[in-house]
C-alpha cells in the first residue's frame, strides 16, 4: 500500500468516526469538541449497534451523494470533490441511512505529485480518422485549426501553364470550377494548416479519413501509404532558419521599447556615452534574467543579434517568408512549445555561434490517381515551391515535360533534401571550429558542446533515416509498364496512383542524397565521440604528468626530510651535532640517490632498454642502407 493509500485510510477512519460521533453525543444547542485521545472512551459509551457500517455493495458511492459545505456551481455536477465534506450534523443527518462516502484522497498528498495534464487529443475509443464531409470531422471535441493559408493552384501542360493564388475564402468557388481540358498535372500547394482548407481539399479529392487526421497531426511519423483514390506521404523538413524565434524575445523585445521610451524622457539623467553603456547593460541584465534560471552563461543563452539580410556561407530566406511565432526546432519538434527544456537547450545550440538554428515542420503530400498533387506545409511552401515553379516554367525540362504528378512530388522530396544538405554541412563546419580548439587546449567545456552537437545530430538522422526508407517504398511501387504507356494511363482516373519508371530513377539520386547525408551525420558523430574520448584521455595525461613530478619531487625530498627530522632529534650527548653543514651533505646525497634508484629502478631499467633497442634499430637500417648504396654502385 502506498503512502497516500495508507494516509487516506487512517484519515477517512478518523473523519468516519468523528462525523458519526458528533450528532449522538452532542447536545442540539452547544458544540461538543472530539479529540482523538477521546474517541476509544466514546466507544465504550455506544449502546451496541449503534454506529453504522458502510457497506458499498449496500450503497455505491455514485448513488449517495453528500450535500457539501458550499453549494455547488449552477449546472455542476456532484464530482468527487462533494464527497465526504461534512461540517455539521444538519449536513450528517441530510445523508440517507448515515452513510457518508470519503474521497479517495481527502487532500493532496506530498509524496504524490498531482496528475498531469495531458495535451489536448480526442477522447479515448473515439472514431479514428478525421472525416472531411463532416462539419466537425466526425469529433465534437475536436480542436480548431485555424491559420491563413497561402494556397498556389499551378496547371500545367507541355503547351501551357497557369499559376493561381488563392487563400482560404476564394479557395471553395475555384475548386467548383472544372479543371481546364488542356491541363495535363496540377499542383496545389497549400502553405499554412487550416480545417477550413483540409475539409475543402478533402471533399473535392475524396481524401481518406485517416490520412486527413495525419496532416493535422504535425508529429506523424515519416511514412507512405497507399488508399484506392491517391497515396498519402508524409515526412519532416529540416532547413536552416536566421534566427531563434520565441515568446520570451518578443516580450524583451517590447520592453526594449518601453526602456527606450522611458529612457529617451530622462536624458538628463543618462547622457551622453555613459547612457548609452548603462542601457545596453540594463537590457542585456533583463535578457539574462529572462532566458531561465538554467544557465549563467549569458553568451550561450543570448548568443548574438542575427543577421537579417540571410548573410553566411548557407543560402537561407528572408525572415520576412516565415510567420512569426515560436520555432520549431529539433528540441521542439516532439516537446510542448513552452518546455522549459527544450528552450534552455536551443539557446546553447551548436549552431548558436553561427547564428543559425534549424527549424523542423512536417509536410504532406497527396498523389491522386487523376494525376494532381496536394502538398501540406507548415510555413515554409515558398522556399520548395519558388524553384519548383521557374522549372515549370521552362518547357524543355523534365518535370514540365512529363506532366506527371509524381516528378511534381519528386521535386518537392529533392528540395527537402537539398536544405538537409546545408544543414549537415552547417554541423560539418561546427565540428570544424571545436576541433583545433580540442586539439591545442581541450577541456570539460567543450564535451558541454560536442554532446549538445551530438544530441542534434541524432535528431537529424532519426528524421533522415526514415526518408530514406519512404523513397525506397516510394520506389517498390513502381509500374511495370513502359513510360510512353504509362503517361497515357496517368490521365485516366480509373486506376490507382501509379510510380512511373521516370520518377523511380530520379528518385533513386534523391536516395543518394538521403544516404549522403547519413553516412555524413554519423561520420560527424564519430567524430564527436571521438574528440570527447580525447578530451578526457588528454586531461587524465596531464594529471597523470603532474602526479609524475609530484612523485619525483617527493622521492628526492623524502630522503632529506628523514635526516632532517634524525638530526633534530633532542638528544644529549649528541656529538654529531658540532660538525658543520658539510656533514650533513655528505650523507644527504648519497642517501638521496640511493633512495632514486631503489624506487625507480624498474623505469631506469625500461629507459636503459629503449635506449638500447633504438640504437640496435638505428644500426640495422644504416646496415641496410649500406647495402642498398653497395648494391646501386
Same mark, same amino acid.
Given at each position: 500500500?502506498?503512502?497516500?493509500?495508507?494516509?487516506?485510510?487512517?484519515?477517512?477512519?478518523?473523519?468516519?468516526?468523528?462525523?458519526?460521533?458528533?450528532?449522538?453525543?452532542?447536545?442540539?444547542?452547544?458544540?461538543?469538541?472530539?479529540?482523538?485521545?477521546?474517541?476509544?472512551?466514546?466507544?465504550?459509551?455506544?449502546?451496541?449497534?449503534?454506529?453504522?457500517?458502510?457497506?458499498?455493495?449496500?450503497?455505491?458511492?455514485?448513488?449517495?451523494?453528500?450535500?457539501?459545505?458550499?453549494?455547488?456551481?449552477?449546472?455542476?455536477?456532484?464530482?468527487?470533490?462533494?464527497?465526504?465534506?461534512?461540517?455539521?450534523?444538519?449536513?450528517?443527518?441530510?445523508?440517507?441511512?448515515?452513510?457518508?462516502?470519503?474521497?479517495?484522497?481527502?487532500?493532496?498528498?506530498?509524496?504524490?505529485?498531482?496528475?498531469?495534464?495531458?495535451?489536448?487529443?480526442?477522447?479515448?475509443?473515439?472514431?479514428?480518422?478525421?472525416?472531411?464531409?463532416?462539419?466537425?470531422?466526425?469529433?465534437?471535441?475536436?480542436?480548431?485549426?485555424?491559420?491563413?493559408?497561402?494556397?498556389?493552384?499551378?496547371? %500545367? $501542360?507541355? /503547351?501551357?501553364?497557369?499559376?493561381?493564388? @488563392? #487563400?482560404?475564402?476564394?479557395? +471553395? *468557388?475555384?475548386?467548383?470550377?472544372?479543371?481546364?481540358?488542356?491541363?495535363?498535372?496540377?499542383?496545389?500547394?497549400?502553405?499554412?494548416?487550416?480545417?477550413?482548407?483540409?475539409?475543402?481539399?478533402?471533399?473535392?479529392?475524396?481524401?481518406?479519413?485517416?490520412?486527413?487526421?495525419?496532416?493535422?497531426?504535425?508529429?506523424?511519423?515519416?511514412?507512405?501509404?497507399?488508399?484506392?483514390?491517391?497515396?498519402?506521404?508524409?515526412?519532416?523538413?529540416?532547413?536552416?532558419?536566421?534566427?531563434?524565434?520565441?515568446?520570451?524575445?518578443?516580450?524583451?523585445?517590447?520592453?526594449?521599447?518601453?526602456?527606450?521610451?522611458?529612457?529617451?524622457?530622462?536624458?538628463?539623467?543618462?547622457?551622453?556615452?555613459?547612457?548609452?553603456?548603462?542601457?545596453?547593460?540594463?537590457?542585456?541584465?533583463?535578457?539574462?534574467?529572462?532566458?531561465?534560471? %538554467? $544557465?549563467? /552563461?549569458?553568451?550561450?543563452?543570448?548568443? @548574438? #543579434?542575427?543577421?537579417?539580410? +540571410? *548573410?553566411?556561407?548557407?543560402?537561407?530566406?528572408?525572415?520576412?517568408?516565415?510567420?512569426?511565432?515560436?520555432?520549431?526546432?529539433?528540441?521542439?519538434?516532439?516537446?510542448?512549445?513552452?518546455?522549459?527544456?527544450?528552450?534552455?537547450?536551443?539557446?546553447?545550440?551548436?549552431?548558436i555561434s553561427k547564428n543559425y538554428t534549424v527549424a523542423c515542420e512536417q509536410v504532406s503530400m497527396f498523389i491522386?490517381?487523376?494525376?494532381?498533387?496536394?502538398?501540406?506545409?507548415?510555413?515554409?511552401?515558398?522556399?520548395?515551391?519558388?524553384?519548383?515553379?521557374?522549372?515549370?516554367?521552362?518547357?524543355?525540362?523534365?518535370?514540365?515535360?512529363?506532366?506527371?504528378?509524381?516528378?511534381?512530388?519528386?521535386?518537392?522530396?529533392?528540395?527537402?533534401?537539398?536544405?538537409?544538405?546545408?544543414?549537415?554541412?552547417?554541423y560539418r563546419d561546427a565540428i570544424g571550429d571545436i576541433e583545433p580548439e580540442v586539439l591545442t587546449h581541450p577541456?570539460?567545456?567543450?564535451?558541454?558542446?560536442?554532446?549538445?552537437?551530438?544530441?542534434?545530430?541524432?535528431?537529424?538522422?532519426?528524421?533522415?533515416?526514415?526518408?530514406?526508407?519512404?523513397?525506397?517504398?516510394?520506389?517498390?511501387?513502381?509500374?511495370?509498364?513502359?513510360?510512353?504507356?504509362?503517361?497515357?494511363?496517368?490521365?485516366?482516373?480509373?486506376?490507382?496512383?501509379?510510380?512511373?519508371?521516370?520518377?523511380?530513377?530520379?528518385?533513386?539520386?534523391?536516395?543518394?542524397?538521403?544516404?549522403?547525408?547519413?553516412?555524413?551525420?554519423?561520420?560527424?558523430?564519430?567524430?564527436?565521440?571521438?574528440?570527447?574520448?580525447?578530451?578526457?584521455?588528454?586531461?587524465?595525461?596531464?594529471?597523470?604528468?603532474?602526479?609524475?613530478?609530484?612523485?619525483?619531487?617527493?622521492?628526492?625530498?623524502?630522503?632529506?626530510?628523514?635526516?632532517?627530522?634524525?638530526?633534530?632529534?633532542?638528544?644529549?650527548?649528541?656529538?654529531?651535532?658540532?660538525?658543520?653543514?658539510?656533514?650533513?651533505?655528505?650523507?644527504?646525497?648519497?642517501?638521496?640517490?640511493?633512495?632514486?634508484?631503489?624506487?625507480?629502478?624498474?623505469?631506469?631499467?625500461?629507459?636503459?632498454?629503449?635506449?638500447?633497442?633504438?640504437?640496435?634499430?638505428?644500426?640495422?637500417?644504416?646496415?641496410?642502407?649500406?647495402?642498398?648504396?653497395?648494391?646501386?654502385?
Amino acid at each position: 500500500m502506498g503512502p497516500c493509500n495508507s494516509r487516506a485510510t487512517s484519515q477517512q477512519t478518523h473523519r468516519l468516526l468523528l462525523q458519526i460521533l458528533t450528532p449522538l453525543l452532542t447536545p442540539p444547542a452547544t458544540a461538543f469538541d472530539i479529540t482523538p485521545t477521546s474517541i476509544p472512551a466514546l466507544r465504550k459509551k455506544l449502546p451496541p449497534r449503534t454506529m453504522p457500517r458502510p457497506a458499498r455493495e449496500r450503497h455505491p458511492p455514485a448513488q449517495i451523494p453528500v450535500r457539501p459545505s458550499a453549494p455547488p456551481v449552477d449546472g455542476a455536477q456532484p464530482g468527487p470533490a462533494h464527497f465526504g465534506q461534512l461540517t455539521t450534523s444538519k449536513t450528517l443527518n441530510s445523508a440517507r441511512d448515515g452513510i457518508v462516502c470519503l474521497p479517495e484522497h481527502p487532500r493532496p498528498c506530498r509524496t504524490c505529485p498531482a496528475p498531469r495534464r495531458l495535451p489536448y487529443s480526442f477522447a479515448a475509443g473515439s472514431e479514428p480518422g478525421v472525416d472531411p464531409l463532416k462539419p466537425d470531422g466526425g469529433h465534437a471535441s475536436m480542436p480548431q485549426l485555424s491559420a491563413p493559408c497561402q494556397i498556389t493552384i499551378v496547371d %500545367f $501542360s507541355e /503547351d501551357k501553364l497557369s499559376i493561381q493564388n @488563392k #487563400d482560404n475564402s476564394s479557395l +471553395g *468557388s475555384f475548386l467548383e470550377v472544372p479543371q481546364p481540358k488542356w491541363a495535363k498535372c496540377r499542383w496545389i500547394n497549400v502553405n499554412g494548416l487550416s480545417w477550413d482548407v483540409i475539409q475543402l481539399l478533402g471533399k473535392h479529392k475524396s481524401l481518406h479519413k485517416l490520412a486527413v487526421e495525419d496532416i493535422m497531426n504535425t508529429r506523424s511519423r515519416t511514412k507512405a501509404e497507399w488508399y484506392p483514390t491517391h497515396a498519402f506521404i508524409v515526412l519532416t523538413l529540416q532547413r536552416l532558419d536566421d534566427t531563434y524565434r520565441d515568446s520570451d524575445d518578443e516580450s524583451s523585445d517590447s520592453d526594449e521599447a518601453d526602456d527606450t521610451s522611458s529612457h529617451a524622457s530622462n536624458r538628463s539623467i543618462f547622457s551622453g556615452k555613459t547612457g548609452k553603456y548603462s542601457r545596453k547593460l540594463l537590457r542585456r541584465l533583463k535578457r539574462t534574467f529572462r532566458a531561465g534560471k %538554467f $544557465s549563467s /552563461d549569458t553568451t550561450l543563452e543570448g548568443g @548574438k #543579434d542575427w543577421p537579417q539580410d +540571410g *548573410s553566411g556561407p548557407y543560402p537561407r530566406a528572408s525572415r520576412s517568408e516565415y510567420p512569426e511565432g515560436p520555432t520549431r526546432t529539433l528540441r521542439r519538434y516532439h516537446a510542448a512549445p513552452d518546455d522549459p527544456i527544450a528552450r534552455f537547450m536551443d539557446r546553447n545550440s551548436a549552431l548558436i555561434s553561427k547564428n543559425y538554428t534549424v527549424a523542423c515542420e512536417q509536410v504532406s503530400m497527396f498523389i491522386t490517381n487523376d494525376n494532381t498533387i496536394i502538398s501540406f506545409f507548415e510555413e515554409s511552401a515558398e522556399v520548395i515551391e519558388a524553384p519548383i515553379i521557374q522549372r515549370l516554367q521552362t518547357s524543355d525540362t523534365i518535370i514540365r515535360h512529363s506532366c506527371d504528378a509524381s516528378m511534381v512530388g519528386h521535386a518537392v522530396l529533392d528540395g527537402i533534401i537539398d536544405l538537409a544538405i546545408q544543414v549537415a554541412s552547417c554541423y560539418r563546419d561546427a565540428i570544424g571550429d571545436i576541433e583545433p580548439e580540442v586539439l591545442t587546449h581541450p577541456n570539460i567545456g567543450h564535451t558541454k558542446k560536442l554532446y549538445i552537437l551530438t544530441s542534434e545530430i541524432n535528431a537529424l538522422i532519426s528524421f533522415i533515416n526514415p526518408i530514406t526508407t519512404l523513397i525506397q517504398a516510394l520506389r517498390d511501387h513502381k509500374t511495370d509498364m513502359a513510360l510512353d504507356k504509362a503517361m497515357a494511363k496517368i490521365l485516366d482516373p480509373n486506376h490507382d496512383p501509379i510510380i512511373t519508371t521516370l520518377t523511380y530513377t530520379y528518385l533513386g539520386d534523391v536516395l543518394d542524397h538521403c544516404v549522403l547525408i547519413t553516412d555524413t551525420l554519423n561520420r560527424l558523430k564519430s567524430s564527436a565521440d571521438g574528440m570527447i574520448g580525447l578530451i578526457f584521455n588528454t586531461i587524465s595525461a596531464h594529471q597523470n604528468e603532474s602526479m609524475k613530478q609530484l612523485t619525483t619531487a617527493t622521492i628526492i625530498f623524502l630522503p632529506l626530510t628523514f635526516i632532517t627530522g634524525y638530526f633534530g632529534q633532542n638528544f644529549a650527548p649528541f656529538t654529531v651535532l658540532e660538525q658543520d653543514i658539510g656533514y650533513f651533505w655528505k650523507i644527504a646525497v648519497p642517501v638521496v640517490f640511493a633512495t632514486i634508484i631503489l624506487l625507480q629502478r624498474e623505469a631506469i631499467v625500461d629507459y636503459c632498454k629503449a635506449i638500447f633497442q633504438r640504437r640496435y634499430l638505428w644500426e640495422l637500417k644504416k646496415r641496410r642502407s649500406d647495402r642498398r648504396n653497395k648494391k646501386r654502385v
